[in-house]
């Protein structure tokens, strides 16, 4: 299984150091297209050996590929709503991990829609149950 981790580089990071655990556990699955997403060297910034719209191709082509995308959505940002509106388009499974803090507001784009399969948690061990109940399910 071809899994696409989707989170937020550039907005807020508040959830990027859940990343490289939520990665882990993915590749008990799969393979995770987007493992850079997890690099604790990874900035705000993004990366910058490569051009915006190097990233844009790459990213779109990467979820062209996939099977399935795994989006943290506690913080928002705008290109993981693209990602997550492309993957949709292209009528691929999304599973929306979202932090259960005070004061977290998610999107009512993201929690409104009924083709995303929304989960809370608190920690990582509330991850994943869910990651492993819901890719083996996603390919039925």
Known sequence: MKI???GSIRGNTESRDIFPQIVAQLNEHGTVLTEHIADKNLTGV???DISDQEIYRRDISLIREADVMVAEVSSPSLGVGYEIATAESLN???ICLVQDRPNGQLSAMIKGNENLR???????A???P???EQLS???L
Do not use: C, H, M, Q
Not at 118 to 124: E, P, V
């Open 126 to 128: 509330d991850i994943d």
């Open 92 to 94: 691929k499974p999304v």
């Open 46 to 48: 993004g990366e910058t």
């Open 130 to 132: 869910v990651i492993k």
């Open 4 to 6: 696409y981790f989707a």
């Open 118 to 124: 929304l989960f809370s948690y608190r920690t990582i």
């Open 137 to 139: 399910n996603t390919l």
